[in-house]
C-alpha cells in the first residue's frame, strides 16, 4: 500500500457488519483500513490516534450514537470526512447526520464499487449520498412548510401510537373524548393525511414522532 492510500476507520457496534466492511474493502487498491471501532467513543480515540482521511461511521451505536460521534469528529478533527453508514434512511435520521457534519450519507445495501467511490469522492471533500437518501432530502425540500405540532397533539399521536382509543386517550391525558377528536383533525390537516395510521407514519418519518 503506497504513502498516499487513503486511511479510513470502520465504525459499526455490529461484529459481522464491520468485518464485513472491512472485508470489502481490504483489497482495494489506494484505501488502506487503519482500525476499527464498535461504538463512537472508541471510535474518537481511533480518529485521535491514527489521524484518517474517511471514517465510515454507523448511526445508532451504544455509548455514543452516529451523530454525536460526527459532530465530534467534524468539530475535533476537521480533516476526517465523516460518511454515514447505516441501514437508516428516515427524512429524521438523514437530517440529523447531514446537520452533524457528514459528507455523505449511506445504506448498507451499497455496492462495493459505490462505496470504493464514496470514500474516494468524501476524501475530496465532495458531498455523496445514496440514490434513495438524495431522493427524499430533494422530496423534503419540495414540501410546503407545515405549522409544528402542539405539545398537546404530540401527545394524542403518540397516544394513537401506542394503540390507544378516543376514549382511552382521554383518559391518559384526563382530557374529555371531544378534545381528543379535535386534536386529531387539528394534527390531521397539518400532517395532511386523513387517518390515525397515516398520521404515525408521517410523523414518524419526518421527526415529529419519537418511538423506542
Same mark, same amino acid.
Given at each position: ?16 457488519? =464491520? ?5 470489502? !474493502? ?58 454515514? $453508514?447505516?441501514?437508516?434512511? +428516515? ?22 464499487? *459505490? $462505496? ?7 476524501? =475530496?471533500?465532495?458531498?455523496? $449520498? ?6 427524499? $432530502?430533494?422530496? =423534503?425540500?419540495?414540501?410546503?412548510? *407545515?405549522?409544528?405540532?402542539?405539545? =398537546? ?19 391518559? !391525558? ?7 377528536? +379535535? ?30
Amino acid at each position: 500500500m503506497s504513502g498516499e492510500a487513503l486511511r479510513v476507520v470502520v465504525v459499526d457496534d455490529h461484529t459481522v457488519m =464491520r468485518a464485513g466492511v472491512i472485508a470489502l !474493502l481490504g483489497g482495494e487498491d489506494g484505501i488502506d483500513i487503519v482500525g476499527e471501532a464498535g461504538d463512537g467513543r472508541a471510535a474518537l480515540e481511533l480518529i485521535a490516534r491514527h489521524d484518517p482521511d474517511v471514517a465510515l461511521v454507523d448511526l445508532r451505536m451504544p455509548v455514543l450514537d452516529g451523530v454525536a460521534t460526527t459532530t465530534e469528529i467534524t468539530a475535533r478533527h476537521p480533516r476526517t470526512r465523516v460518511l454515514i $453508514l447505516t441501514t437508516y434512511d +428516515t427524512d429524521a435520521d438523514i437530517e440529523r447526520g447531514v446537520e452533524a457534519g457528514a459528507i455523505g450519507y449511506l445504506l448498507k445495501d451499497t455496492t462495493r464499487e *459505490q $462505496l470504493v467511490e464514496a470514500i474516494r469522492a468524501a476524501a =475530496r471533500g465532495e458531498t455523496v $449520498l445514496a440514490p434513495r437518501v438524495a431522493e427524499k $432530502l430533494v422530496a =423534503r425540500m419540495r414540501r410546503p412548510v *407545515q405549522d409544528p405540532l402542539t405539545a =398537546r397533539e404530540t401527545d394524542v399521536l403518540d397516544a394513537v401510537a401506542d394503540g390507544l382509543t378516543n376514549a382511552e386517550i382521554g383518559r391518559r !391525558l384526563v382530557i374529555t373524548e371531544a378534545t381528543v377528536k +379535535t386534536h386529531l383533525l387539528r394534527l390531521f390537516a397539518k400532517l395532511d393525511v386523513n387517518d390515525r395510521t397515516r398520521a404515525v407514519v408521517v410523523a414518524l418519518e419526518r421527526g415529529l414522532l419519537r418511538r423506542p
